[in-house]
């Protein structure tokens, strides 16, 4: 087991390195020039700093503000690229043209506190972590769709990735939003991946570093309020989630940390489409075997039914937060079957739409 990382000394100690922020982006002109500018609002030293901004094919005004505060600051590096190729090939091509010491890779609709850069990189006086990962806080948590559902499954993995982190050393996988890693232990992602964050986490675990997550560095996001939209985004992940499993499936059944962490945490949950699919199925054959398995199924179809009736009542304006979450687990593990299916099928590239947050 790994020796537990001391998160709470780390950040006594500030260290200010030459880094690099890279932000890949797709026609996402209503929030590129906010989070640049909110970028250069930092509290961190400017001189430090270089922002590398790799667009990905925009075909609205995106490359034309980055290139105007491109005039303004010369610490702004744009990268437009003129078709699209994915957000995989976008980064690896901004970390190329890098040359901090260590990366901060974020989002374009994700803002910093201003300490935010400051304690991502206080964490790396400890030389074991090569991953110190933000805390992602939700602006909009309302009633209106997934978006408090959303909110609540989130809180919920920050807090998991972070005892992950704080216990072995091993949050399995951090927020794509924003996290920072050394420069030289980035590895290049398969242009053809889905979830290029996690693949660069288990990479450095890989490699014998560690991964946290810091809930000292804080960001904000909005969640989706379009059920759609976020079963996209799911459906997406449920892609990247088998082709990732097809390259670390030997990390599962190591008898450490990372391997609990990465059975516990992600594969069973990856699975969960297929243990609801076997548990109804063993229900209704185990029908007349017993009580328990007559509640058992009865709960189940209650369940289904539930999120149907949830369906048809947002057709009416009718918000019930309990009917609310029962469809947002049985939609999230749909979207997971639906991208283990999509995987299965195969998958030739990776050209995302941002989610309409």
Partial sequence: MQNQVNNETAT????TPQISIIIAAYNEQSHIG??????LQSDFPAEKME?????DGSNDSTNNIILELAKKHHRIKPLLFAERRGKSAVLNDC????TGEFLVLTDAKVTFNAETIKNLLKNFSTP??????????NKNATCQSVAKQESAFMAQEIEVKYHE???FGSTIGVYGACYAIRRELYTRVPENFSVDDFFISLKVLQKGFKVILDKKSICYENVTTNLSEEFRRKVRIGVGNIQNLGVFSNMIFKFNGIGFCFLSHKVIRWYGPFILLAMLVISFYLWLSGLVY?????IQLVSIFASIADFYLRKIKLQLIILRFVTHFYTMNLALLVGFIKYMIGVKANVWEPTKR
């Fill in 34 to 39: 906010s989070k640049i500018l909110n970028i």
């Fill in 51 to 55: 922002i590398i901004v790799g667009s």
């Fill in 128 to 137: 074991q972590i090569g991953i110190a990962g933000a805390a992602i806080i």
């Fill in 165 to 167: 982190g704080k216990a």
């Fill in 95 to 98: 970390v190329a043209l890098s």
């Fill in 294 to 298: 007559k509640i058992l199924l009865i």
């Fill in 12 to 15: 006594e100690i500030n260290i």
